[in-house]
């Protein structure tokens, strides 16, 4: 099962504005898509850009 790293409807419920939201989609227990939203003044999430990211992979 596959699922995008977009923001469920609770996502946007309880929502901070100002706030930016990282969102990362598991396929088969590894992560495959990372993406940042942040909520409009019409309380709806736009997609931010990660311009520089560094993960440590913790085991």
């Not at 099962?1 to 989609?25: G, H, K, Q, T």
């Not at 993406?35 to 085991?59: C, G, M, Y």
């Amino acid at each position: 099962m596959f699922n995008p790293a977009i923001p469920s409807e609770c996502d946007r419920l309880y929502a901070w504005p100002e706030y930016s939201y990282i969102i990362v989609s598991v396929q088969n227990g590894k992560a495959c898509e990372l993406q940042s939203w942040s909520l409009d003044e019409n309380h709806q999430f736009q997609a931010e850009t990660i311009e520089d990211i560094n993960l440590t992979i913790l085991s």
